[in-house]
């Protein structure tokens, strides 16, 4: 079984947090959608104030199959305890439809499906619609 040891990430990690974001956008069929490169990672996370926080996991060792670890569970359990710390009355994860596995865990893990319960949609706003709203 692989050992798991969960932080803070640092300016220095970017790096693999862009490589881990190709990898599971990749995964996700939505490379097209990953247009943010390093040094934009490392200015909205690490500046004077941050746009987002972010937790490394560090797997050991970090070969072979890690589906069916717990490492899922221990990442999210400790988002849990950085939001709490933080003031956080909770935290949303996205999750495409066909990712079973992934809706099975959060569910399993106390979480409520809004798509299911509330029929919440999600909707983001990027390049020429956020210019065109601005006026810019």
Request: aromatic letters at 8%; charged letters at 30%.
């Amino acid at each position: 079984m692989a050992s798991v040891r969960i932080r803070e990430a640092k300016g220095g990690d970017c790096g693999d947090i862009l490589r881990l974001i190709r990898e599971l956008a990749e995964f996700e069929n939505l490379s097209d959608q990953v247009k943010i490169s390093e040094e934009a990672l490392r200015a909205d996370g690490f500046g004077e104030n941050p746009f987002y926080h972010c937790l490394v996991a560090e797997i050991l060792p970090a070969s072979g199959e890690l589906l069916g670890q717990g490492i899922g569970s221990k990442i999210i359990k400790k988002v849990a305890e950085v939001a709490l710390d933080k003031g956080c009355s909770q935290f949303r994860l996205a999750v495409l439809d066909w990712n079973q596995r992934a809706m099975d865990l959060y569910k399993a893990l106390g979480a409520q499906d809004l798509t299911e319960a509330e029929g919440w949609h999600f909707f983001h706003f990027e390049g020429e619609a956020m210019r065109k709203m601005a006026g810019k």
